[in-house]
Structures are given as C-alpha cells and as structure tokens.
C-alpha cells in the first residue's frame, strides 16, 4: 500500500526556520516526484513545487521560488520542505503528494497524499 | 505561468441535478488537467486525468471533457456525498497550477 506519512503540526515564530517531513513507503520512493501543495486557511489549493528523488531535479512554482526549499532523501525514502526565515503568512496546511505513475518527464497528476502538515506561524 | 481559470467559484445544487464546472487555461495544455475533489479537513482525491480518462475507483458519474484551453467536469446526477470544492489542475510543464476552486453547495 502506497503511504505518504508527513511529520506533525508546528507552531512557530515569525523569523524562525523550519523544515518539514513527509516519509514514502510501499513504492519505490527514487522514481516517483513528490511535490509540496499549499492551502492557506479557508483558501484553494496552491501547487508550490516538485522534486524528483532519484536525481534531486526540483522545479518550483514561480511564486514559490526563493521563498522555500525543496528536497528529498532517497536513502531513507523522505522528501522536505524548508524555509529559513518564516512569516505569519506562511501559516497552512501544506500536503505532499504523489504522481499516479513513474515517470522522470512532466510530473502526472497526484494521487496519493499526506495527510498534510499544519504550520502556525504567530508571535 | 499557466493561469487556471474556473468558474463557477460557487453552485448551488440539489440531489439528482447535472452540474457542470467550466476550467479555462491561459495557453494550451493539450490534455493535461486533471479534477480532483476535497471535502473539509481531508486531502483532495484525484478523479478525473488527461482531461477525461476516469481514476479507478471514482464512480461513473464523473466525466470531464476538453481539450486546449477549455475543459469541463460534470456529475451527471449528484449524490450527497459529492458536495465539496472541486479543483482543476494543469500538468503541461514542469510548474504546475491549480484552478481557484469551485465549491459545490446544497440548495
């Protein structure tokens, strides 16, 4: 059974880093992408970026670039999301997800996910 | 980046009503766009890929439609389990975007 588990919820500061988890199993996790979705409260679904484990190709979403970092760890099947530096208006729940199907060209749709990672950022 | 554009944001409907939801794309994405479906506080489930080719296990009443710039979902006969926020979502590139979302209401 193919299972993407997400590390828990956070509450953070304004200016504080975090880096968050989410853990594949039952797939081979190096030739699947994995890609991050944001939702801020009450609000759609934003497609933040993607990241292929096998060759840590990652391409991110032009309002997301620069702002978060994505990468994986294939030794131990685990893809993360990072910021140095966050703001209140960072706080969402924030999904990863995978592709229906192996591929290393244009991502395919998502259809296995977390089940998603609430981040808080207040002062 | 390619914007997706759905419409309606929000519809009103009553159990056994054929409901149509538009998504428009700003520059051509062939077939690439998937639908997914979210209902509150769980993650959204893929039902619909390549424009019109139904995920297992989604029930038939599901179909999409479209090609290029301009594509459709529609529930044929909604059930109350359908009522939710549907989203759109474009995979022609390596940046992928989502529709703004169409929630689906009880009349």
């Known amino acids: 059974e193919v299972q993407l588990v997400q590390s828990g919820a956070e509450v953070k500061k304004p200016g504080e880093s975090l880096k968050i988890s989410c853990k594949g199993s039952?797939?081979?996790?190096?030739?699947?992408?994995i890609a991050w979705v944001r939702q801020m409260p009450g609000k759609g679904l934003e497609w933040m970026g993607i990241?292929?484990?096998?060759?840590?190709?990652?391409r991110y979403s032009p309002s997301f670039q620069g702002q978060v970092i994505i990468s994986a760890d294939k030794s131990i099947n685990t893809a993360y999301l990072q910021w140095s530096t966050l703001k209140a208006s960072d706080t969402a729940m924030y999904y990863c997800?995978?592709?229906?199907?192996?591929?290393?060209?244009?991502?395919?749709?998502?259809?296995?996910w977390g089940q998603g990672t609430l981040v808080t950022v207040s002062s | 980046d390619i914007q997706m554009t759905q419409s309606p944001s929000t519809l009103s409907a009553s159990v056994g009503d054929r409901v149509t939801i538009t998504c428009r794309a700003s520059q051509t994405i062939r077939n690439k766009l998937a639908w997914y479906q979210q209902k509150p506080g769980k993650a959204p489930n893929l039902l619909i890929f390549d424009a019109s080719s139904l995920q297992s296990g989604v029930p038939s009443r599901f179909s999409g439609s479209g090609f290029g710039t301009e594509f459709t979902l529609t529930i044929s006969s909604l059930q109350p389990d359908d009522f939710a926020t549907f989203y759109c979502?474009?995979?022609?590139?390596?940046?992928?975007?989502f529709g703004q979302g169409t929630k689906v209401e009880i009349k």
């Open positions: 039952g797939y081979n996790f190096p030739n699947y992408w």
């Open positions: 997800a995978r592709p229906a199907y192996e591929t290393n060209g244009y991502p395919p749709p998502l259809d296995s």
């Open positions: 979502q474009q995979y022609n590139s390596y940046s992928q975007t």
């Open positions: 990241i292929y484990p096998g060759d840590s190709d990652t």
